[in-house]
């Protein structure tokens, strides 16, 4: 496994069980993070923080990388199964999509999603 595909799963496993301080020490400074809940995205650890909490208090996501994919120059893609559920654990939606990172200096510089197909 290279470095990189050990970062995004240690990151994973950080975001799932909520340990946001891990999860944020592999993003560069200046992330550029995709906006899943509203559209668009954040920049920076601190908006990424913000996000999440956000996030967190109206859903319940996690997400199960299935596969990754180096493609060169930094770029990782990330084939994952989202389940989502409310507050009150039923399921609101189970997605199989793709997470595209860009790695910079050892650190995750952006993340963006996208459905298969896309």
């Not at 956000?54 to 084939?79: A, C, H, R």
Request: overall charge negative.
């Amino acid at each position: 496994m290279d470095k990189h595909t050990a970062i995004l799963k240690k990151a994973y496993y950080a975001m799932n069980v909520r340990d946001v301080d891990t999860a944020l020490s592999m993003m560069h400074p200046e992330v550029c993070w995709s906006n899943g809940t509203e559209g668009g995205y954040v920049q920076g650890v601190t908006n990424v923080r913000d996000y999440w909490a956000k996030q967190w208090s109206i859903i319940d996501p996690d997400v199960e990388p299935l596969q990754f994919t180096n493609e060169g120059n930094g770029k990782i893609t990330v084939d994952v199964r989202q389940v989502i559920r409310d507050m009150h654990e039923n399921v609101v939606s189970d997605d199989t999509l793709k997470h595209v990172f860009l790695m910079k200096d050892g650190l995750i510089a952006s993340m963006e999603v996208h459905k298969h197909g896309n």
